[in-house]
């Protein structure tokens, strides 16, 4: 009986050994993994995989979705496979600083630093141009390597093992195996019972466009800019050229939009934002300087014949579609750079997706079912994030890379409801919309696209902007009597003082009063998108304007908007008198503020 459990000991030792020492192509993996990874190793010493679950793309989604499924309750051995330096576009040194985290990193960082850094006062200072752009990329990648090492450390206490190197599949090894290509040309192939590619996205770019990453740039290739330029041209109207837009112009620059649309503001409503949200954020733009060319798209690119970011380039300006802009319009203009922030498409050209079943969209992007769940062969492949299209956001990405890791490791018995099982009246015309009583339910990209319940979106510029819900307009084209109500920041104490100038939109069902939708327009940071979610759960919880009204709000926040916002929705005329004493109010304080300046 002791040579037997000797003998089973022994087996035990070498197996385990097996598993930790890896020989694959010409390098040797050792697995160096914590306590935790251990355990769950002996636990799975039959498993004819590696690992139970691969992701591929070490962004925000696939980081989230291998913590997930390497933590409690489905502790599975999990491996993050990721090639950072395919791009470099976040590399400082050997350190990868868009290690979980959003496509739009670089530009929240250099938003935040625009802020905390008076480009003007160090300029009135005599600093050096060079010397004030390391300062404010020295900032920016402070914020972004402390990200980085926090996603670090959680992976490692997770026991999520981290590969790098760009993986795809191979021709013939089935959707169980991938190969990984590193940085020294060697390769390893690992197996995983589940794959869940998570790769995000790319920009779209253009045809003509001479891009360099020096002095042209997309939405990507941004994040290498070396100068501050003096002046920068961007072609675009929706979220990240607006946010980049008043991001340049903070930091001094000249800023010039060109845009497809003769109305700036149907740009911006396109994508879901309220009009007078949209009409804010316009108004704003040009107060603080930015030209908008409209109407217009770019033609030919002439660089200066120096190699430096002194000179201008001109850029032609045709009308939309092509041709001459009308007599009396700009013909050129002239910028020390160039961006184009047209939109992205999914990430997906280099993992031989056809070679395992996988379909691809018309955009690349990656078919799913409503499980996320591939039309991979052998059914082990499941997709995130941008890789299966709109609405390319990160908070909706996390929730489908979680969702997908549910799908695959929850057993029947233990899954949990996710819906609200609500139940709505046959004559409720709000509940003929996918998802109106059960936001958040599905995060599928099917869903998504036909459900402004599922998720809130945001536009990070300066003013903030935050929605979630139905506007007016889509209230009306859905069949609803639906009504508004505005409240002003100045109208609130906290937005006299500190913030005064915004707004926050309530709309609602007529006559019960059911919030369907809420819209926020603010000036600092966090004043939008905190505020959002409270909206978010008066939408889910089908609360109504009356409820805002006898609710109580803490005095001096900006909550106390939404019990306005309700007051002027049910009795608009005094909700007008108020804005307007309010509006006063402010203008007055403005003329005695620059006054004193004077």
């Given at each position: 009986?002791?040579?037997?459990?000797?003998?089973?000991?022994?087996?035990?030792?070498?197996?385990?050994?097996?598993?930790?020492f890896?020989?694959s192509?010409?390098?040797?993996?050792?697995?160096?993994?914590?306590k935790?990874?251990q355990?769950k190793?002996?636990?799975?010493?039959a498993?004819?995989?590696?690992?139970?679950?691969a992701?591929?793309?070490?962004?925000?989604?696939?980081?989230q979705?291998?913590?997930?499924?390497?933590?409690?309750?489905?502790?599975?051995?999990?491996c993050?496979?990721?090639?950072p330096?395919?791009s470099?576009?976040l590399?400082?040194?050997?350190?990868?600083?868009?290690?979980?985290?959003?496509?739009?990193l670089?530009?929240?960082?250099?938003?935040?630093?625009?802020?905390?850094?008076?480009?003007s006062?160090?300029?009135?200072?005599?600093?050096?141009?060079?010397?004030?752009?390391?300062?404010i990329?020295?900032?920016?990648?402070?914020?972004?390597?402390?990200?980085?090492?926090?996603i670090?450390?959680?992976?490692?206490?997770?026991?999520?093992?981290?590969i790098?190197?760009?993986?795809?599949?191979?021709?013939?090894?089935?959707?169980?195996?991938?190969?990984?290509?590193k940085?020294?040309f060697?390769?390893e192939?690992?197996?995983?019972?589940?794959?869940?590619?998570?790769?995000?996205?790319?920009p779209?770019?253009?045809g003509?466009?001479?891009?360099?990453?020096?002095?042209?740039?997309?939405?990507?290739?941004?994040?290498?800019l070396?100068?501050?330029?003096?002046?920068?041209?961007?072609t675009?109207?929706?979220?990240i050229?607006?946010?980049?837009?008043?991001?340049?112009?903070?930091?001094?620059?000249?800023?010039?939009?060109?845009?497809?649309?003769?109305?700036?503001?149907?740009?911006?409503?396109?994508?879901?934002?309220?009009?007078d949200?949209a009409?804010?954020?316009?108004?704003?733009?040009?107060?603080?300087?930015?030209k908008?060319?409209?109407?217009?798209?770019?033609?030919l690119?002439?660089?200066?014949?120096?190699d430096?970011?002194?000179?201008?380039?001109?850029?032609?300006?045709?009308?939309?579609?092509?041709?001459k802009?009308?007599?009396?319009l700009?013909?050129?203009?002239?910028?020390?750079?160039?961006?184009?922030?047209?939109?992205?498409?999914?990430?997906?050209?280099?993992?031989?997706?056809?070679?395992?079943?996988?379909?691809?969209?018309?955009y690349g992007?990656?078919?799913?079912?409503?499980?996320?769940?591939?039309?991979?062969?052998?059914?082990n492949?499941?997709?995130?994030g941008?890789?299966?299209?709109?609405?390319?956001?990160?908070?909706?990405?996390?929730?489908?890379?979680?969702?997908?890791?549910?799908?695959?490791?929850q057993s029947?018995?233990?899954?949990?409801?996710?819906?609200?099982n609500?139940?709505?009246a046959?004559?409720?015309?709000?509940?003929?919309?996918?998802?109106?009583?059960?936001?958040?339910?599905?995060?599928?990209?099917?869903s998504?696209?036909?459900?402004?319940f599922?998720?809130?979106c945001?536009?990070?510029?300066?003013?903030?902007a935050?929605y979630?819900?139905?506007?007016?307009?889509?209230?009306k084209?859905?069949?609803?009597?639906?009504?508004?109500?505005i409240?002003l920041?100045?109208e609130?104490?906290?937005?006299?003082?500190?913030?005064?100038?915004?707004?926050?939109?309530?709309?609602?069902?007529?006559?019960?009063?059911?919030?369907?939708?809420?819209?926020?327009?603010?000036d600092?940071?966090?004043?939008?998108?905190?505020?959002?979610?409270?909206?978010?759960?008066?939408?889910?919880?089908?609360?109504?304007?009356?409820?805002?009204?006898?609710?109580?709000?803490?005095?001096?926040?900006?909550?106390e908007?939404?019990?306005?916002?309700?007051e002027?929705?049910?009795?608009p005329?005094?909700?007008?008198?108020?804005?307007?004493?309010?509006?006063?109010?402010l203008?007055?304080?403005?003329?005695?503020?620059?006054?004193?300046?004077?």
């Amino acid at each position: 009986m002791k040579s037997t459990r000797y003998a089973s000991t022994i087996l035990t030792l070498v197996l385990y050994l097996s598993h930790a020492f890896t020989v694959s192509g010409f390098s040797i993996r050792v697995n160096n993994a914590n306590k935790l990874s251990q355990r769950k190793s002996f636990s799975c010493l039959a498993s004819k995989y590696d690992y139970d679950l691969a992701v591929v793309g070490g962004g925000v989604v696939g980081v989230q979705a291998a913590l997930a499924a390497a933590s409690a309750p489905y502790s599975k051995r999990v491996c993050l496979v990721d090639a950072p330096r395919e791009s470099g576009v976040l590399m400082n040194g050997d350190e990868d600083l868009s290690l979980g985290a959003p496509t739009g990193l670089f530009g929240k960082a250099l938003r935040d630093t625009s802020k905390r850094i008076k480009v003007s006062t160090l300029r009135g200072m005599g600093l050096r141009e060079d010397s004030i752009w390391n300062e404010i990329m020295s900032s920016c990648v402070d914020l972004a390597s402390s990200n980085a090492q926090d996603i670090s450390r959680q992976l490692n206490d997770a026991g999520v093992d981290y590969i790098e190197g760009l993986s795809s599949f191979a021709d013939d090894g089935g959707s169980h195996s991938l190969f990984v290509s590193k940085s020294n040309f060697a390769v390893e192939t690992i197996s995983a019972d589940k794959i869940l590619i998570a790769t995000g996205s790319t920009p779209f770019r253009q045809g003509g466009v001479p891009f360099d990453a020096k002095r042209i740039f997309d939405s990507d290739s941004i994040n290498q800019l070396g100068y501050l330029p003096k002046s920068i041209a961007i072609t675009g109207s929706g979220i990240i050229a607006v946010e980049y837009a008043k991001i340049f112009r903070n930091l001094g620059a000249d800023v010039t939009m060109i845009i497809r649309d003769q109305i700036p503001r149907n740009a911006l409503m396109k994508i879901g934002l309220d009009k007078d949200v949209a009409a804010t954020l316009v108004a704003d733009m040009v107060r603080s300087g930015i030209k908008i060319e409209r109407g217009a798209q770019v033609g030919l690119f002439t660089m200066p014949p120096d190699d430096n970011n002194k000179a201008p380039i001109t850029i032609e300006l045709l009308a939309k579609g092509g041709g001459k802009r009308p007599q009396g319009l700009s013909t050129q203009i002239k910028a020390h750079a160039y961006l184009a922030a047209v939109g992205r498409k999914p990430n997906t050209s280099k993992l031989n997706l056809p070679a395992v079943g996988i379909e691809l969209d018309e955009y690349g992007g990656i078919v799913v079912d409503s499980s996320l769940c591939s039309t991979a062969s052998l059914g082990n492949v499941y997709a995130a994030g941008d890789v299966v299209g709109r609405p390319f956001l990160a908070s909706t990405g996390t929730a489908q890379g979680i969702a997908a890791v549910n799908a695959m490791f929850q057993s029947t018995s233990t899954k949990q409801e996710t819906t609200y099982n609500r139940e709505c009246a046959e004559d409720d015309a709000s509940c003929t919309i996918d998802g109106a009583s059960q936001a958040g339910a599905c995060f599928d990209p099917a869903s998504l696209a036909s459900n402004p319940f599922a998720v809130p979106c945001g536009i990070w510029s300066t003013p903030e902007a935050a929605y979630f819900g139905l506007s007016l307009q889509q209230a009306k084209e859905s069949g609803i009597d639906a009504g508004e109500g505005i409240a002003l920041y100045a109208e609130c104490l906290r937005g006299r003082v500190f913030s005064p100038n915004g707004l926050l939109k309530i709309v609602f069902e007529k006559p019960a009063g059911r919030i369907l939708g809420v819209h926020i327009c603010g000036d600092d940071a966090w004043y939008g998108f905190e505020l959002i979610h409270y909206g978010m759960e008066l939408v889910n919880g089908r609360r109504t304007v009356l409820d805002l009204i006898t609710r109580l709000f803490a005095a001096v926040t900006f909550h106390e908007m939404y019990r306005l916002a309700a007051e002027d929705g049910l009795d608009p005329a005094l909700g007008r008198k108020r804005r307007a004493a309010a509006g006063k109010a402010l203008a007055k304080r403005d003329r005695r503020i620059k006054a004193k300046e004077n």
